[in-house]
């Protein structure tokens, strides 16, 4: 079972600054199967990103991904105030498909 | 408009089963592999089970693995999740999820609101 481990925990920062959120894996992930996810308060997880790096239909630019192997980046260029939310990372390389533990961005 | 429907979620006692159901809308269900995935309170999130467009394949999360039975009929765009023998570590809100299949495996595009599961004495 792959494990991944996401950090920081917690992400506290003002509009307009940069988030950077770390998804590490135990074992290498194949063929980049990695997407990304946000949920914010009281909603349904969103799919972001997959493929480690392709945003899904709908997602803004500011939304960035990439990496490879065992480390992933998940970037918010230009963070706005309803980017409130805990990002999951999630592999698909080899079963079972498990998820990160989850980072909480919280906006200043 | 493109959306899945859970429903079925309850409180329950230890032992006891349930049947979660999710009725799928805009898009052609049986196109897609489906699947649930579970959040306890204040907690990530944890693929339960899923199921293959044509019900020729399905995959459990060890945990529940012979206690919980995933099937789905395309003819009325819904999924089901029957789940035997309940603990209380399966207390979560549970989200029917579509799935968007890749080498076997996958990730998801498509997510419910979700159905309470409580499982208490």
């Known amino acids: 079972e792959i494990v991944l481990t996401q950090s920081p925990g917690t992400l506290s920062l003002s509009p307009g600054e940069r988030a950077t959120l770390s998804c590490r894996a135990s074992?290498?992930?194949?063929?980049?199967?990695l997407a990304w996810y946000q949920q914010k308060p009281g909603q349904a997880p969103r799919l972001l990103i997959y493929?480690?790096?392709s945003r899904a239909t709908g997602i803004p630019d500011r939304f960035s991904a990439s990496g490879s192997g065992t480390d992933f980046t998940l970037t918010i260029s230009r963070l706005e105030p309803e980017d409130s939310a805990v990002y999951y990372c999630?592999?698909?390389?080899?079963?079972?498909?498990?998820f990160g533990q989850g980072t909480k961005v919280e906006i200043k | 408009e493109v959306q899945v429907v859970e429903s079925g979620g309850d409180l329950v006692q230890p032992g006891r089963s349930l049947r979660l159901s999710c009725a799928a809308s805009?898009?052609?269900?049986?196109?897609?592999?489906m699947h649930w995935v579970r959040q306890a309170p204040g907690k990530g999130l944890e693929w339960v089970s899923g199921?293959?467009?044509?019900?020729?394949?399905?995959g459990y999360w060890d945990s529940v693995k012979g206690r919980f039975t995933i099937s789905r009929d395309n003819a009325k765009n819904s999924l089901y999740l029957q789940m035997n023998s309940l603990r209380t570590e399966d207390t979560a809100l549970y989200y029917c999820?579509?799935?968007?299949?890749?080498?076997?495996?996958?990730?998801?595009?498509?997510w419910g609101r979700g159905t309470l599961v409580s499982v208490s004495s």
């Open positions: 999820v579509r799935g968007i299949a890749v080498a076997g495996l996958g990730y998801f595009d498509l």
């Open positions: 805009g898009f052609i269900f049986e196109d897609y592999a």
């Open positions: 199921i293959t467009s044509k019900s020729d394949g399905v």
């Open positions: 074992q290498s992930v194949r063929s980049n199967y």
């Open positions: 493929g480690a790096s």
């Open positions: 999630q592999h698909y390389s080899s079963p079972p498909r498990t």
